[in-house]
Each structure stands twice: as C-alpha cells, then as structure tokens.
C-alpha cells in the first residue's frame, strides 16, 4: 500500500494541474476526515481504495478547491439508482453491489490491475450504448461520468468481445436528490469524465506488487 504523497503524485502524473493543487485538494479532504490522518515519515499511514476514491473526488468533483471536501463527501455518499448491461464476472461482485458511490470507485479502483491503460469507453449509438476504444482487448477498459453540480454519477466498465462490446454501468445520485427528486435542473452543467489510465495508475500505486 501506498501513503498519501505517492496518490497526490499519481494524480499530478496524469493531470496537467500542478501538483501543489492536488495537494491543497489532499490536504482539504483529509483534514474533513474523508481520508485517513496521517503523520508524516515512516508512521504515516497506509492509503486505501476508499481514500484514492475520495481523493479523486475531491480533485474531479469539485470546482474549486474549496469546495473539494464538500464535493468528496457528497459525491461519495451517492446512492445508487440504475444498473445497465449485461458484463458479470466473479471479480465484478464488489462493484455490482456497491450502493454508494465512493464504494463503487474503490471497487474501479481495485480492478484497475485487470485493465487495460491503452482502452477507453466511449458513448455510441451500439445497443449496448458504449465501444472500447484502443487496447489489445486483453483487460477491461473503465469510464467515470460526474455531472457538476447535479451530482448525476456513472461509473462503467467495459470489455470488447467476439460480439460486440459488454458493460456493467452503474449510476448514482446525491443522496438528497434521491430523497427529494430533481426539482429543477441547473442551466449549465459541467461534464468530468475519467478514463481507464486514471484507475489503472491509482491501482499501480497502491498495489506496486499486482493485483489486489
């Protein structure tokens, strides 16, 4: 396992933010008690799949990085709506009955070692409604969808196959959306979507010695 300064490094690696700013967003979550506290040096404390999904929600969900402890805690207290797809398999289990959305990240997060870094879902008008871009076929290829500020989250794994391609899609609502139904839409959203190279290196550094 990892410590807190090689995720923030993971998340600098592979966005053009400086990293001084995923660090503030580390900083900001952690201090809101959504990932775990730490001392510095050898006694700081290992991360885990929940604590890179709060991270990442932090950096992703939020508009400015004031805002990135509220937008982790919101975000991950998502609740499950709809699941679409036909893709099983035994190591799916955990992300198919996952009813918050932090859950489920962490679950993306612990099968990034069986995906391929090289493949990317994109949207289409396939009855499945999704194509593998990319890769050798040889792992699943991931996407995570964030509407801001609506809260709308999908989370997606994908494969392509012989016959097509096969999904496990699952979305998630903010809590008090499912509770009090939309009741107005905001006229401007914003679209944030996560590529398998995200999961796959949040995997790596967590798990330097393979799959978990």
Known sequence: MARLPALVDAVAAIDDRPRGAVDHVARAVREAGLIQTTKRGRGASEMTARDAAALTLGFYGAFQPAQAAQAAQELADAVFVLETGALTAPELAGFKRAVTLGEALA??????????????????????????????????????????PDGISTLTLARGTGRGTKVASRTFVLRDQAERGFEEVAPVQTTIRLHTRVFSALHRTLFPDGPS
């Open 107 to 148: 679950c993306m997060i612990e099968l990034g070692g069986l995906m391929d870094p090289a493949a990317n879902v994109r949207e289409s008008d396939r009855p499945s409604g999704f194509v593998v871009v990319g890769g050798d076929g040889s792992g699943y290829a991931a996407l995570a969808t964030l509407e801001r």
